[in-house]
């Protein structure tokens, strides 16, 4: 198994520019989810989703949006580069059910906007 | 609102001592992680605890949560450098959303 995978590892954007970040998970989990990691910060939840045709919002959405429809991908867009989104992204999945519902990362992507 | 704090935020200790680092958190929730992270790298999962008293140990670290105090504590016992990394304790809220803590950097010199 795979596990988490994303691509790209790096990005470097002009501010207005748009993109699409990629997450696949190979483990059949119905949960996955996009966290940015600020210096300082910690990581915030910026979309989820339960299950394939199900999205919602997190701490930090605006600007961004997502969409599943498998339950494989699951893919981050920026609409419109801004410099405040210059972070590190990292996809998670899970089960929903089950008594630990532990969360894997995938290895990241680091976007700077210029 | 779940809000997770720990402390301290930077730690630097020299091989061999024992420390703890502390995880308060605001409200109640059903799960605690622990996370490992390495520079430039993913979130490594340690630990998951479930329920009041509930310890787990793993080499040098163990974990422990106290549902009433709304605490968890991640101790290292006879640190060795390569425990040095950020730690992130994180709590589930609802959907299996997490809310992570700022995260602790923890450096270890010889």
């Known amino acids: 198994n795979a596990g988490v995978t994303q691509t790209p590892k790096f990005q470097v954007l002009k501010t207005g520019q748009s993109m699409t970040l990629q997450c696949a998970q190979d483990?059949?989990?119905?949960?996955m989810s996009w966290y940015r990691q600020d210096p300082g910060m910690g990581l915030r939840l910026i979309h989820y989703?339960?299950?394939?045709?199900?999205?919602d919002q997190g701490e930090v959405p605006n600007g961004y949006n997502v969409s599943r429809s498998t339950t494989e991908d699951f893919p981050l867009r920026l609409l419109s580069a801004a410099p405040s989104q210059t972070s590190v992204y990292f996809c998670?999945?899970?089960?929903?059910?089950?008594?630990?519902?532990?969360?894997?990362f995938g290895p990241g992507t680091r976007l700077t906007v210029l | 609102e779940l809000k997770v704090e720990q402390n301290p935020l930077f730690l630097s200790m020299q091989e061999g001592k024992n420390y703890t680092i502390y995880c308060n958190y605001s409200t109640t929730s059903d799960r605690l992680y622990w996370y490992r992270q390495d520079p430039g790298k993913s979130l490594e999962s340690l630990f998951v605890l479930l329920s009041n008293g509930a310890v787990k140990q793993e080499g040098r670290l163990m974990a422990s949560l106290d549902t009433k105090a709304r605490l968890s504590t991640l101790h290292i016992t006879a640190a060795v450098h390569d425990l040095s990394a950020t730690y992130f304790c994180a709590l589930r809220g609802g959907a299996q959303k997490l809310v992570f803590g700022q995260g602790t950097r923890l450096t270890i010199n010889p």
């Open positions: 989703s339960v299950g394939a045709g199900i999205t």
């Open positions: 483990m059949n989990h119905e949960y």
């Open positions: 998670a999945s899970s089960w929903t059910s089950g008594d630990y519902n532990e969360q894997f």
